[in-house]
């Protein structure tokens, strides 16, 4: 059974840094991009940033400069690190992966549970 786990949510102050991790596991043919969304409450779902098993990223306009997003194959971990945290960061961060799982015909989504990051003084 293939599954996501994410590490590293918390409470910081403003300008503070966090580094979350999203690590999959279980019977994996397969691991192509990863991501991370967040929402906030009474927000949708929204794309934070994503990349690519080649590394190509994509970050939305709202974190540009300020978060980073890396994984490392080998240990099948996608990393989100940000910085200048701002209040409107808060949100429960949920890591994304398609992932080709052993025995399965393609590759499909897979969400982690959610790890809440909250920015406040």
């Known amino acids: 059974q293939v599954q996501l786990v994410e590490s590293g949510g918390g409470l910081v102050q403003p300008g503070g840094s966090l580094r979350l991790s999203c690590a999959a596991s279980?019977?994996?043919?397969?691991?192509?991009?990863m991501g991370w969304y967040r929402q906030a409450p009474g927000k949708q779902r929204e794309l934070v940033a994503d990349?690519?098993?080649?590394?190509?990223?994509n970050l939305a306009d709202s974190v540009k400069g300020r978060f980073t997003i890396s994984r490392h194959n080998a240990k099948k971990t996608v990393y989100l690190q940000m910085n200048s945290l701002k209040p409107e960061d808060t949100a429960v961060y949920y890591c994304?992966?398609?992932?080709w799982g052993l025995g399965y015909q393609n590759a499909r989504p897979y969400w982690g549970q959610g790890t809440q990051v909250t920015v406040s003084s």
């Open positions: 994304n992966a398609e992932i």
């Open positions: 990349i690519t098993r080649g590394g190509s990223t």
């Open positions: 279980g019977r994996i043919f397969s691991l192509n991009a």
